[in-house]
């Protein structure tokens, strides 16, 4: 398509994470019952500030699931949704948590318009799996993704300390060889 559109398949995966439609298989044929994704080129299915969005494009899956693609638990820090077609949507987030019990839900409203930011509180910490349910205007389930953003795990966190003190440790090298 020459909007910039396409429509992939009903699991997506992007550093490190996976988006489910539940309700229809991630295997066989892509269909309209799939997520689409959007770049700057396409008004309707962008993300924010024009950039790739990923947009849920059907009435059969209730929900979106999201989960590590390793299976480790993980702490979400925001995601920036959008209502689909300028429908007023409400978002509702629940998170299956480490141990097997569910957190407190977190519900929005999003306006008739563009991207928000939605910043989730400290009872998603270390969830496994956090659900998206969405009903807009129409009690359709479309809403707009992007930029989903968690709390770095601990290695990348080490790795990154032991980076910066490498380099630290480059620098006062050469300093006093100089």
């Known amino acids: 398509m020459g909007s910039g559109t396409r429509f992939l398949t009903n699991c997506y995966a992007e550093s490190g994470f996976v988006f489910t439609a539940v309700g229809v298989p991630c295997t066989g044929p892509t269909s309209l019952n799939t997520f689409i994704a959007g770049n700057a080129n396409s008004p309707t299915f962008s993300g924010a500030a024009g950039t790739f969005g990923l947009t849920l494009n059907s009435p059969t899956p209730s929900f979106i699931d999201i989960t590590r693609a390793n299976g480790a638990a993980f702490t979400p820090l925001s995601i920036m949704l959008a209502p689909f077609d300028f429908a007023g949507t409400r978002v509702t987030f629940t998170g299956a948590a480490v141990g097997g019990s569910v957190t407190q839900p977190l519900t929005s409203l999003l306006g008739t318009s563009g991207f ?14 956090l659900r998206i349910a969405s009903r807009n205007d129409f009690d359709e389930p479309f809403v707009r993704l992007d930029n989903f953003n968690v709390v ?17 440790a480059v620098r006062f090298r050469r300093r006093n060889v100089i």
């Open 152 to 168: 770095p795990e601990p290695t990348t966190v080490v790795l990154l300390a032991a980076g910066l003190a490498g380099l630290a």
């Open 116 to 129: 928000q930011t939605l910043t989730f509180g400290s009872q998603f910490a270390n969830v496994t799996s």
